[in-house]
């Protein structure tokens, strides 16, 4: 079946690290994306990984490792602004769709 | 360039009634997609049209209607409403070259009372 999974939500503080992860099965891949949404607003896209490995924009970067069905965003130096939900989305190579996880809400503490 | 347009924000309506939402892609974008959002689910995609043509449809029932007009302009339509609709829909427009990205409107907050 097709399921993507990432936590429901996580705490920082402000000024640290965190990682997002999602992992994900499918029929088929076809690219991964990361999207931001602050409450209340349109997502807007982050990232996106087709190739295994590591890309890094600024203070968030994405992984991919298709072997294992896993992905991450990594968020540094974190914001208050950062404060938002992030959504892991996969695309399905079996019929071209975004299959979206439930997304994760990030709570930035001072 | 302005951004993806969805009207109205928001839309209060009773079970049975029917609802049109609107979306104007940005322009020069011919991919408009619709996708239903609720708390604690992730977004439920709807269908997708392309120049005039719906190109792929999700597992909703054909209560759920859309189009898109020669302008890219887009309509989603509910009939016979259910408490079950109650949720934020959101369009999203893609342009060629893009690399799949999808930019998203605001979104409609529907509530069915």
């Known amino acids: 079946g097709q399921n993507i999974d990432q936590p429901t939500e996580m705490t920082a503080t402000e000024g640290a690290i965190v990682q997002i992860n999602c992992t994900y099965q499918t029929s088929g891949f076809n690219g991964l994306f990361w999207y931001q949404q602050h409450a209340g607003e349109a997502p807007t896209f982050l990232s996106y990984n087709v190739l295994d490995g590591l890309e890094e924009k600024g203070r968030f970067s994405s992984f991919l490792s298709r072997s294992k069905g896993y992905s991450y965003l990594l968020l540094k130096e974190l914001q208050m602004k950062d404060s938002a939900s992030y959504l892991c989305?996969?695309?399905?190579?079996?019929?071209?769709?975004?299959?979206w996880g439930a997304g994760t809400k990030l709570i930035i503490k001072p | 360039k302005a951004g993806v347009t969805q009207t109205p924000r928001y839309l209060i309506k009773t079970r049975g009634q029917q609802v049109t939402l609107s979306c104007s892609p940005i322009s020069g974008h011919r991919s408009v997609s619709w996708y239903q959002q609720t708390p604690g689910q992730g977004l439920q995609f709807l269908f997708e049209y392309f120049s005039e043509t719906q190109r792929n449809k999700g597992n909703f029932p054909g209560r759920f209607s859309g189009r898109q007009f020669s302008n890219s302009r887009s309509e989603m339509n509910v009939s016979t409403l259910e408490l079950g609709d109650s949720a934020l829909y959101l369009c999203?427009?893609?342009?060629?070259?893009?690399?799949?990205?999808?930019?998203f409107g605001s979104g409609t907050q529907l509530s069915v009372l």
């Open positions: 999203a427009s893609r342009g060629a070259g893009e690399d799949e990205k999808l930019f």
């Open positions: 989305a996969v695309k399905d190579r079996s019929n071209y769709q975004l299959i």
